[in-house]
């Protein structure tokens, strides 16, 4: 069995490969910054399970591309790509708290920005919500890969440069990017599964499931732009965390990438979509009279 915590340098090709799937893999599973923010919102925008489905892997192609690149550049470049470490890290929030917000923006069209809260007046009527574009995931599956954490560095500094020759430096990339791609695809159906089932008519489905993923992008894009601009002026408080004993990536070590995930998925997320399940199912309510 592959040691996924820390693998040495110098594996064989197979071995390399194979550590870089599973990697990836792990990767989709555990709560991420780069991933489960963005799959999120586009799969379960898409109120549909076969849709979730292509928008995780549309998000995940775009993704392992950018993975395959940067390992191809780390084998070539590696001493000046490392040099860059958590100010690239943190450079990268900004910008993918830059494009969440233009993507929500999207969706909800410049209008109705007061649905960046929680419910929604109901003196108001239903704002004309508009789904997403197909290539919105393939953008921000690019710009996240750039995301500089414990999974990119093993590439970047072991599997990388273990392989023999340059023509085949970007293939550890590409692996990882392949297991994250099987977990997010996975991940993207579910997401999408759960918009269907929500025990609504398919309208009140659809403007559920896109103000959760308008809300998701818009206040997460503007929490990850924040987190990424503390990030760059007080990274030494950015980078504190606290040590779990788990020697699992991404679990290991509680810090700013785990409150990201938890507050944009779990709190605005998961929160939008279940208060404006609930507000639309009790609009519906039939009143009972004495």
Known sequence: MPNLWEPHAGLAVGAVLLTAVLLGMVHGITPDEHTWPITFSYAIGSYSTKTGVVRGLTFSASFT???????????????????????????????????????????????????????????????????????????????????????????????????????????????????????????????????????????????????TAGNTLGLGGLIFFLAGAFGLLFPKWANFSVATGLHIHNLAHLGLPTILVMVTVVVIGVGTLITETHRLASSKAKPSWP
């Open 65 to 211: 591309l950018q993975r395959a690149l940067a390992s191809e550049l780390a084998y070539l470049a590696l001493d000046r790509w490392l040099r860059l470490g958590s100010a690239l890290n943190y450079s990268i929030y900004v910008v993918v708290g830059i494009a969440m917000i233009w993507a929500a923006r999207a969706i909800f069209r410049g209008q109705h920005w007061h649905l960046f809260a929680f419910g929604h007046n109901k003196a108001h009527s239903e704002p004309e919500l508009h789904d997403a574009a197909w290539w919105m995931p393939i953008v921000h599956g690019f710009i996240a890969g750039w995301g500089f954490g414990a999974f990119a560095i093993i590439i970047y500094t072991v599997l990388a440069p273990s392989m023999p020759s340059a023509w085949l430096a970007w293939l550890p990339g590409l692996a990882f990017g392949v297991g994250t791609t099987l977990i997010q695809a996975a991940a993207g159906g579910l997401f999408g599964w759960l918009s269907r089932h929500l025990g609504l008519n398919q309208q009140d489905v659809r403007t559920v499931s896109l103000k």
